[in-house]
């Protein structure tokens, strides 16, 4: 499922239209996006949580050329589902 796919499926069900539903799940997104810029952490109950993760500098390579290159500091998002989700 993608975002497209979200709006469709938010219009049908709640009987919303699409610019409706476009506007809800970009306000959800947009939370999410400030929460995680702010280092903070979202928790969805029965589903998993987002978070960010600080990475060092570190000394990698270049898979092309195999050239050493210094890899700086990092902040990425971070997934963790819940377990056994059954379909």
Do not use: C
Request: proline residues 3%.
């Amino acid at each position: 499922m993608n975002k497209s796919d979200l709006i469709k499926l938010l219009s049908e069900k709640e009987n919303l239209t699409e610019k409706e539903a476009t506007e809800i799940i970009n306000l959800v997104f947009d939370g999410f996006t400030e929460t995680l810029k702010n280092n903070g952490r979202i928790e969805i109950r029965g589903f998993g949580s987002f978070s960010v993760r600080e990475y060092e500098a570190y000394n990698g390579r270049n898979p092309k050329t195999g050239k050493k290159i210094a890899v700086k500091p990092k902040k990425l998002p971070f997934f963790n589902g819940r377990q056994g989700i059954e379909e």
